[in-house]
């Protein structure tokens, strides 16, 4: 019996690993809601066009450069960054060396930042 158990919780600790914390807690993509003043613009986020208001679903693995377009406004930019998400350091506290490389290589060890932009666009002059 008692083999049993230590094999049962040494397998749940092992399966455990092979997550990071980060990427359990908050995935590999974030929404990000794109809004402008007035709305109705064009928003350019990496290979993704719509039209404000809406929301873009973007890797965590990288950042991105928002651009918002529309007919007698001048174009307005937005940096959208990524941010070492604090559950990495999970995989510290649980020793969980597999984990922090799952996390890094998923882009679940980063969050994006902001996941709402608002931006107001200046009439051409």
């Not at 974030?30 to 007035?38: A, D, G, Y």
């Amino acid at each position: 019996m008692f083999k049993k158990t230590v094999c049962i919780v040494v397998c749940i600790a092992f399966v455990t690993t092979l997550y990071g914390c980060a990427t359990i807690v908050h995935g590999t993509q974030t929404k990000v809601l794109l809004s402008s003043e007035p709305a109705g613009a064009t928003a350019i986020v990496g290979n993704r066009k719509v039209i404000t208001p809406a929301t873009v679903t973007l890797k965590n693995s990288e950042s991105y450069q928002a651009i918002f377009k529309k007919d007698g406004y001048e174009d307005a930019y937005y940096n959208i960054d990524r941010e070492m998400s604090g559950w990495v350091w999970g995989n510290v506290l649980l020793g969980g060396i597999i984990g922090l490389i799952i996390d890094n290589t998923s882009g679940g060890a980063y969050k994006l930042v902001p996941t709402e932009v608002n931006v107001m666009l200046l009439p051409k002059k």
